[in-house]
């Protein structure tokens, strides 16, 4: 049995386990995916549960995302609502942490403490750890808008320069001044900006603009000399065209591929807070009530706003909120002396 199919048996015991203590009978159970990914995850809309090669063997990560789905079978939503899909990630840890206990399975979670976001202090050190990873892939963002605003730049004078040497090229009576004057005013425009990104030619031997410019220049005078034909210049001419129409559709895609790492940004910010809001409600609950256990298949059966009501909105969790608004606050701050909002695409 190799390792996919030892993590695939066991989500099925593990499954098989929650199913007894939830007196949940699944028609189908949700499909497994084993892969090297960074993060565990259940998928509700496809019902995948998908866990990551460093998460195998883990009780914590086979619970938490196998109490995703029963509750999302439990209780079908429309909507999605991560605080609460994050509380019953964390209660399905230490249901299944007990339930395992003392049995063939205990080594689930042999090496793994209980997570304790409600220690005020371990609960401010994964809102900052968390942060410093958003943090971390703006700015990485930032170099890569500041990589594409300069190829932008570039790729216009390339464009530019394309479509003037086309016009002189329909006319077979070359003007040679006139495509002189071009190349000038291209190098003069050009000087001090840098190409960040590197583009060559897609269809070619992968050179860059410079040499195939250079080519170009190179038949044109040959044609002046009479060394070559005309359909030569043409044919050269036509691998800058073409240089310049895929390397500008491959800009045009990183531009797309830079506005979603922004909206990815935003969502991990929105991901941060209803983790630890979610896991801390759900350790509360763990840990001040003793009949935790008997009530848990009665709590994965209440609707959204019952639960919200009863834990979420609870005296004990204004500290965590505030916590995290100091955090955020303070990491903005941070965010803002390093200008880190300022570009626009």
Not at 113 to 141: A, H, M, Q, T, V
Not at 241 to 265: A, D, P, Q, Y
Request: a positive charge.
């Amino acid at each position: 049995m190799n390792l996919e199919e030892k993590v695939k048996s066991e989500i099925n015991c593990c499954i098989n386990i929650l199913s007894d203590f939830l007196e949940v009978k699944i028609k189908e159970k949700p499909r497994l995916s084993f892969a090297k990914r960074d993060l565990s995850g259940y998928n509700p809309k496809y019902k995948v549960i998908s866990i990551s090669e460093k998460d195998a063997g883990s009780g914590i990560s086979y619970f938490e995302e196998i109490s995703h789905f029963f509750r999302d079978y439990i209780f079908p939503q429309n909507e999605k609502n991560i605080k609460i899909d994050e509380f019953f990630g964390r209660l399905g840890e230490s249901i299944g942490r007990n339930l395992v206990e003392n049995t063939k399975f205990a080594y689930f979670f042999e090496n793994e403490k209980p997570r304790n976001y409600s220690n005020k202090d371990f609960f401010k050190e994964e809102c900052d750890l968390w942060l410093n990873f958003w943090s971390s892939n703006i700015e990485n963002g930032e170099i890569k808008r500041n990589m594409f605003n300069n190829s932008k730049v570039k790729m216009g004078l390339i464009t530019k320069f394309v479509y003037d040497v086309g016009n002189c090229l329909t006319n077979k009576d070359l003007d040679f001044k006139e495509i002189v004057k071009i190349v000038e005013n291209y190098e003069k425009c050009s000087k001090g900006v840098g190409f960040e990104l590197e583009f060559n030619d897609l269809v070619g031997k992968g050179k860059n603009f410079n040499e195939l410019k250079d080519d170009l220049i190179s038949c044109l005078e040959r044609y002046k000399m009479n060394k070559n034909n005309y359909k030569k210049i043409i044919n050269t001419y036509e691998k800058l065209k073409t240089f310049s129409n895929k390397n500008g559709e491959n800009l045009r895609r990183m531009k797309k591929h830079i506005k979603r790492s922004r909206l990815v940004s935003k969502n991990r910010l929105e991901d941060l807070y209803c983790h630890l809001i979610g896991y801390t409600v759900a350790e509360q609950f763990i840990k001040n009530d003793t009949e935790f256990m008997e009530k848990a298949p009665i709590v994965f059966r209440q609707n959204n706003e019952t639960i919200y009501n009863y834990y979420f909105l609870s005296d004990f969790m204004k500290p965590y909120y505030l916590i995290i608004i100091n955090s955020v606050l303070r990491k903005f701050l941070e965010m803002r002396e390093k200008k880190l909002f300022r570009h626009k695409i």
